[in-house]
């Protein structure tokens, strides 16, 4: 009786196990009651299906039902289902087919005492273990291509050797008590351990799922007050602009009664030099215009007098139609952060640049955004895993950088970024995708 419930609890395992492979590929489910219900169901009729003692249906049985999970719980395109079904379904026959691979069966049944607690299952628990490990694997790097999970999280090496020892434990024991007998009392509590250690697996992988899920939490809403903060520059500088153009509007009487007055004295001069300083005001320039997105022309204007002030040499293209398809406060968040690191980085060089260029690639749904901007020093060189900082707070650094990883990951784009020695130069390449022009 013990066996047919140690079975069961089996069966759900394996449920337990994919559910949280879906975690890991899709969006969250619809109800997370119905998803506990539906594991439960759905591999407890696997259990009983086994009473037939057919291979073959076994094997249809279980792809059925991880089949319905998804298309239940998660509701993908039809064929998106079947995939994940028929890949779990896979690694679960590799899993069983390096079992035996392992476990000497045919010996198994020689040795005299090996009752069906050896012969099946420790076998079982490690089958399980090493399905548990795929799945996990498998889960985690389509998480970090769907966006979901860190990329080059060096925890996953260290949560991978969990289950790896688990089943070299299990198969040391299997093989250590191959001559030995066990009385009743002993194969039970060696029976409970064995479920004891795939459920810390189990549990393991639920707390590190739990804290990853928090540090996105906590990295969204990081990224929420940064854009916050942006969306408040943003404005901050178009009440500035339209201080400094009321301001102007309010002064050109006065100016325009100037030039009346230079106009009867006859002093061509001083008029043209006094014209010539109203063109180069910083009211004038804000108002300039660098393309016609009314929403980027206004972030990129107030760079542009900013770099005035500062002797950077500012250049831009940026083609009509470009953008449209970001969110104003992704635009924000992305402009921005890209402009104050090349201010930071371009500042105090003698005859330092920036240039920015915004295109669509033709044919195509890509957006492309390219900005070389001067450098002094190879930011890659004292931080082979990401670019360093002038910044006087550590603390902050990188921050602008998440914030412009996070934006293109979310239109399915892509960041390079390079240095060149010879040109003193940092170049950043960015590709997004324009949901809204899909070829």
């Not at 902050?396 to 040109?423: A, F, L, P, W």
Request: glycine letters at 4%.
């Amino acid at each position: 009786m013990f066996i047919r419930i140690y079975y069961l609890i089996i069966y759900v395992i394996e449920g337990i196990i994919f559910s949280q492979y879906c975690a890991s590929v899709f969006e969250a489910p619809k109800s997370k009651l119905l998803k506990n219900i539906s594991v439960a169901a759905l591999y407890s009729i696997l259990f009983l299906i086994s009473f037939l003692q057919s291979p073959q249906l076994n094997l249809f049985s279980f792809f059925a039902a991880n089949f319905i999970f998804v298309f239940l719980i998660y509701r993908p395109v039809w064929y998106t289902a079947l995939f994940h079904s028929a890949l779990s379904t896979a690694v679960m026959c590799l899993c069983e087919l390096i079992i035996i691979a392992i476990v000497p069966y045919e010996a198994a049944f020689s040795y005299e005492g090996w009752t069906e607690f050896r012969i099946w299952i420790i076998p079982v628990i490690c089958d399980k273990i090493i399905y548990f490990f795929i799945m996990y694997l498998l889960g985690h790097f389509s998480g970090i291509r769907h966006g979901k999970t860190a990329q080059g999280d060096r925890s996953v090496i260290l949560f991978t050797a969990i289950p790896t020892i688990s089943m070299f434990v299990m198969l040391t024991f299997l093989y250590l008590c191959a001559d030995t007998a066990l009385s009743p009392k002993v194969e039970l509590m060696v029976l409970i351990s064995t479920l004891l250690l795939l459920a810390l697996n189990i549990i393991i992988w639920e707390v590190y799922s739990h804290n990853l899920e928090k540090n996105e939490k906590m990295m969204d809403l990081q990224l929420s007050l940064q854009k916050e903060c942006d969306t408040a520059k943003y404005y901050k500088m178009l009440i500035q602009q339209s201080e400094d153009q009321s301001q102007f509007v309010h002064d050109i009487k006065k100016h325009l009664q100037s030039i009346a007055l230079l106009n009867e004295k006859g002093d061509t001069g001083r008029i043209s030099a006094y014209i010539e300083s109203l063109i180069h005001s910083s009211a004038l320039q804000s108002s300039s215009q660098i393309c016609n997105n009314e929403f980027l022309n206004a972030i990129l204007a107030r760079y542009a007098a900013q770099c005035r002030k500062l002797n950077i040499a500012f250049r831009t293209d940026v083609r009509n139609g470009v953008c449209k398809f970001l969110k104003e406060n992704d635009m924000t968040s992305l402009f921005c952060n890209l402009m104050d690191n090349a201010v930071e980085a371009t500042a105090q060089i003698p005859g330092s640049f920036i240039e920015l260029s915004v295109s669509e690639r033709k044919g195509t749904a890509f957006t492309i955004i390219t900005l070389p901007n001067s450098c002094r020093k190879n930011p890659f060189a004292k931080n082979k895993s990401g670019i360093s900082t002038t910044k006087p707070d550590k603390r902050y650094h990188g921050y602008g950088m998440k914030i412009i990883e996070r934006i293109v990951r979310n239109y399915n784009g892509e960041i390079q970024n390079y240095y060149t020695e010879d040109s003193h130069t940092f170049h950043t390449i960015i590709t997004l995708k324009n949901f809204q022009n899909n070829i």
